[in-house]
């Protein structure tokens, strides 16, 4: 179903259907307060904590959601004493609903006020990233824009666009169940480090086939896990590691670094200043491929809110520099 507003004159829109509804014009008579009582509802997880949110009666909510329901002949919520849940079509309905309200936003914030960025913007980032990279950056774009209030989860686990409400993620690494839409925002190049006192008491590999012979650490979802990959004259060879330590935080394989536990990958972003400072040392230089990324993932809408869009253009900026 493709969310529209058909003219007053000329031919209307067929809309598609969940599967219940045969055409668009059980939605006629429903307002726009109607639908966004329902995206309220599913955003903060309840009808008490909607009506609070818009500012209008328990009573209202349930109204809406009860007169949708009955237009539609769909049931959108499963609900218990504790709890409420999403029904498939509820789930579906959403995705539409919360891209038409931001669509219908858009057009007056363009129409009345084009300049102004407001609202709420849930951000997912890493770790690493946050601290070297964006944290530093945050409170220009956040002056920039006063009224956008910014979520950020700094995390790398997995989520649900849906289910957490998330708007946009920053990315290093891609995995087949981001279930959003992906664009390359900047180049992340990667460079193996060890510190002096490591090098000083193993020596400097030469080769990658000698690090069987170093102590190595590991990270999780990262370029430097199981398997790493080096540049062998014109090839790209991967080669199996035994790590004596892992870790999912880039952080802690960095201290752990630092103390001279042993060898680790990380992002240039991540060690440029250990690198600088000559607490770590690069290791097999004339080895490593350049390949590492930044990417933003939204998520699968056809129409990217105006804050999303502004947030991920100022990202893109500071992967210029990394």
């Not at 609900?79 to 858009?106: D, H, K, M, P, W």
């Not at 992906?182 to 020596?203: H, M, N, T």
Request: hydrophobic share 40%; with cysteine; aromatic share 8%.
């Amino acid at each position: 179903m493709k969310a529209s507003i058909p003219a007053e004159t000329g031919k209307r829109p067929q809309a598609k259907t969940l599967g219940l509804v045969s055409s668009g014009r059980r939605l006629d008579a429903v307002s726009i307060a109607a639908l966004r009582s329902f995206v309220t509802v599913v955003e903060v997880g309840g009808f008490s904590a909607a009506s609070r949110q818009l500012g209008i009666a328990v009573s209202t909510v349930s109204k809406h959601i009860d007169t949708l329901e009955g237009r539609l002949h769909a049931t959108f919520f499963l609900r218990t004493t504790r709890r409420l849940s999403l029904t498939e079509y509820g789930t579906r309905f959403y995705e539409y609903c919360r891209e038409a309200i931001n669509q219908v936003e858009e057009a007056v914030d363009q129409t009345f006020n084009p300049q102004e960025i407001r609202g709420r913007l849930r951000v997912v980032a890493p770790p690493a990233f946050t601290r070297c990279v964006l944290s530093p950056a945050l409170p220009t774009f956040l002056e920039s824009h006063p009224n956008l209030h910014v979520e950020l989860k700094v995390t790398t686990a997995s989520f649900d666009f849906l289910q957490n409400q998330v708007d946009v993620a920053i990315k290093t690494m891609i995995d087949q169940q981001h279930g959003g839409r992906v664009q390359e925002i900047g180049k992340a190049p990667s460079v193996l480090c060890a510190s002096p006192a490591y090098i000083d008491r193993f020596g400097m590999p030469r080769r990658p086939a000698e690090l069987r012979d170093h102590q190595c650490l590991l990270g999780v979802n990262s370029p430097y896990s199981e398997r790493w990959r080096f540049k062998v004259k014109r090839e790209i060879i991967e080669l199996p590691i035994r790590g004596v330590f892992t870790a999912d935080t880039g952080d802690v394989l960095r201290h752990a670094c630092l103390h001279g536990l042993g060898i680790s990958g990380f992002y240039m972003f991540h060690v440029r200043r250990d690198l600088e400072t000559g607490l770590l040392v690069r290791v097999l230089e004339d080895f490593e491929p350049d390949g590492g990324s930044i990417y933003a993932v939204t998520p699968q809408n056809k129409f990217v809110p105006k804050n999303t869009s502004v947030f991920v253009d100022y990202v893109r900026s500071l992967c210029r520099e990394l």
